[in-house]
């Protein structure tokens, strides 16, 4: 199972992530929509929230993102 630096439409929702963030840790996406369809995939009874940081999207608990100030 190789990562691919590219994000094909099929690929499996858990290997969107580009990678990690190198200023908060987080796996990072490219698109918003990546990042929530693999939140639903990886966590389906979490409320995770779609947020920007940077040039790529994490996935943060609601109250995560409030606290950091970041609007999408
Ligand atoms: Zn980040």
Redesign the pocket.
Known sequence: MKHLNASPPHIAPEHLALGT??????K?YLTRREARRAARAIHPHTALRAYK??D?W?NGHTSAWRKRGEQQ
């Open positions: 963030c190198p200023t908060c840790g987080r990072s940081c940077g790529h994490h």
